[in-house]
């Protein structure tokens, strides 16, 4: 038998997973804010084009004001980036076993690529720059 833990709430619930958790919890929530997302944007094009007018096009077209909205937007942005990065590290290191020994500084590549391909437009989104 096992005695009982003498751990009060918030220790128990307190974060103690580091780099690597952190990186877990946001691919996991990229990837939920992706299918979430994409859900909306087909579920409004649904409602838009196969109930026609009324109550159905309002529906619709607040659900596209949200997602064209620029915090949505820079939202996805962080998303899609993040998501895929943080995949296409997770590949690697499983291509690659010998490189597990590495997956900190792995992370820190990430986030050395992420950044610059994440903030220049997502300050561009911000301010509303037309581009091309």
């Known amino acids: 038998m096992s005695k009982l833990a003498r751990v009060s709430i918030p220790q128990a619930i307190a974060?103690?997973?580091?780099?690597?958790?952190?990186?877990w919890l946001l691919h996991r929530l990229a990837?939920?804010?992706?299918?979430?997302?994409?859900?909306?944007?087909?579920?409004?094009?649904?409602?838009?084009?196969?109930?026609?007018?009324?109550?159905a096009n309002t529906v619709a077209n607040a659900l596209t004001e949200f997602y064209e909205a620029r915090p949505m937007q820079i939202f996805v942005l962080f998303a899609v980036l993040y998501h895929g990065l943080n995949g296409l590290r997770i590949?690697?290191?499983?291509?690659?076993?010998?490189?597990h020994r590495y997956?900190?500084?792995?992370?820190?590549?990430?986030?050395?690529?992420?950044?610059?391909l994440f903030l220049i437009p997502a300050f561009l989104i911000a301010i509303g720059a037309k581009v091309g």
């Open 15 to 23: 974060y103690r997973g580091g780099q690597p958790m952190t990186a």
């Open 91 to 99: 590949v690697v290191l499983d291509m690659w076993p010998s490189l």
């Open 31 to 55: 990837g939920i804010g992706i299918v979430l997302f994409v859900g909306m944007h087909v579920f409004a094009g649904f409602i838009l084009y196969a109930i026609p007018g009324g109550t």
């Open 103 to 116: 997956h900190r500084e792995a992370m820190w590549v990430q986030w050395a690529v992420f950044l610059p």
